[in-house]
Structures are given as C-alpha cells and as structure tokens.
C-alpha cells in the first residue's frame, strides 16, 4: 500500500510554470506506476499525464502534450509534473495516483488507480 501527497500548488500567470510535487510513502514505491489527473470547476476529473515505475515510459494527454512533462525520482519516492505555458483552461485541481506494476505500459483510464492524493489547486490567470 503506498500513500501520496501532492504540493506545489499555487497562481501564476497564463504562460507561466508551476512544479507539481507527489510524494509517496512506503519502501515499494519504485514498484508503482504514478499518474496526474485534474479536475476543474463543475467537470469531471480527467487524465493528465502518467509515468511507468522506471520512468522509462510516459504518456499523456494531447491538451498538455508538449507543455507537461512527468518525471520521478524514485530514490526519493517522488514524482513530478512540470507545468509550463500555462494556459487559463488549465486551473483545476491536480490529483496524484498510484498503481501497482512493474511493467513498461502506462495506465490511463482513472480506474486503472488504487491510491490517490487529496490534490493541489493550480490557477492560471489570464
């Protein structure tokens, strides 16, 4: 079982960057694959982005493609969501979740998670 907690939130202006930060306990942490989903206001949560256990593959959504980027370090049981040109259409509360499995594929779909974070508002101003 591993949990995790998101940091990093904040406002910035559009065209701006923001790091997001998902750090997880538990010693098995290397063994998870991690995703990034966000919520904005009156919608459903959606997939953002997500990195397999190594870091070796990651995958996301064509809205972001090219301006996020998901890494991990897993000495320090932490992944990461880079967040640059930040677009207004982009403020949304931003969830970090964990799924067991060691291989190259990527999980999309939400139910694919098992743990999930209480999430990090991020706002974009135009």
């Known amino acids: 079982q591993v949990q995790v907690v998101e940091s990093g939130g904040g406002l910035v202006q559009a065209g701006g960057s923001l790091r997001l930060s998902c750090a997880a306990s538990?010693?098995?942490?290397?063994?998870?694959?991690m995703g990034w989903f966000r919520q904005a206001p009156g919608k459903e949560r959606v997939f953002v982005g997500a990195i397999n256990w190594s870091g070796s593959n990651t995958m996301y959504a064509d809205s972001v493609k090219g301006r996020f980027t998901i890494s991990r370090d897993n000495g320090k049981n932490t992944v990461y969501l880079q967040m640059n040109s930040l677009k207004p259409e982009d403020t949304a509360v931003y969830y970090c979740?964990?799924?067991?499995?060691?291989?190259?594929?990527?999980?999309?779909?939400?139910?694919?998670?098992?743990?999930w974070g209480q999430g990090t508002q991020g706002t974009v101003s135009s």
């Open positions: 538990g010693r098995t942490f290397s063994s998870y694959a």
């Open positions: 979740a964990a799924t067991f499995g060691t291989t190259y594929y990527v999980p999309g779909p939400m139910s694919r998670y098992d743990y």
